[in-house]
């Protein structure tokens, strides 16, 4: 049987596994050079449940006679699965990649519904559909960077502790919501606040410091790698002195 998701795909051989389309093995081929460990049609997902029907339901057939009549169908509404061309998984990554030449008709749906089923899942997840060699380097960047982000994201969550109680259920808040911009302000506000004090600071009180220095860092970083505009540090604490009138401006 052919491929039913990619019209006119053709099957092929590579590393003792049939793939269906030429495109799938470079998809394979590009991932294990860059050192994953890509599985072919590994994982079937039940996207939609099956069920018994209690309403009856007539269909029409066509007898061989060319007649047509209703006949009574009430058998189990199969489910409705999805086998993704590529599964992996890196660094609790959930990685699925499909390979996509001229895709049937069927297919879109059963994207929306597979993309809703993710939604539920436990864990992290992405999903790319692929079309070429290049957007397969692409993917490849996009999941490194994702598996730096999630290590990052780790380490903020606990040094968040490290900010002043209304901060850091705010803080949690805005990590919750992905609002890192604005977590990365108020960190910024208390190392400011703290720094301006700091020959005054006892040790614990400095260490708070060095760990929320350390959170401002990652937090650029993270920031960085999400594509968001950076805040500096110098205009913050310029901003912060200007509200606690240490200096007016000249303007």
């Given at each position: 049987?052919?491929n ?29 050079e ?27 057939v ?24 590529f ?42 559909e ?39 259920e ?10 890192f ?9 208390t ?7 700091r ?12 760990h929320l ?13 999400l ?5 500096d ?7 912060d002195a ?10």
């Amino acid at each position: 049987m052919g491929n039913k998701k990619i019209k006119n795909a053709k099957k092929d051989f590579y590393d003792n596994i049939q793939f269906k389309s030429h495109l799938e093995i470079v998809i394979y081929k590009t991932l294990k050079e860059a050192g994953f460990k890509p599985l072919y049609e590994f994982k079937k997902f039940t996207i939609w449940d099956g069920y018994r029907p209690n309403v009856l339901f007539f269909n029409r057939v066509i007898k061989k006679d060319g007649s047509k009549s209703f006949q009574l169908c009430n058998q189990k509404v199969r489910d409705i699965t999805y086998t993704p061309d590529f599964y992996m998984i890196v660094d609790k990554l959930h990685v699925i990649i499909e390979a996509k030449g001229h895709e049937n008709d069927v297919f879109p749906l059963k994207r929306k519904i597979f993309r809703k089923y993710l939604e539920k899942q436990k864990g992290n997840y992405i999903y790319f559909e692929v079309h070429s060699k290049g957007e397969v380097l692409n993917a490849i960047k996009i999941i490194n960077n994702l598996v730096t982000l999630t290590t990052m994201l780790e380490k903020i969550k606990k040094l968040v502790g490290y900010l002043p109680l209304k901060d850091e259920e705010l803080a949690h808040s805005f990590i919750q919501r992905r609002k890192f911009e604005e977590l990365q302000e108020i960190v910024l506000s208390t190392v400011v606040k703290l720094d301006r004090k700091r020959n005054d600071l006892d040790g614990k009180e400095l260490d708070r410091l060095t760990h929320l220095q350390e959170l401002n860092g990652y937090l650029v970083e993270y920031n960085r790698l999400l594509g968001n505009e950076q805040i500096d540090y110098a205009d913050c604490f310029i901003e912060d002195a200007i509200e606690n009138g240490e200096f007016e401006d000249d303007v």
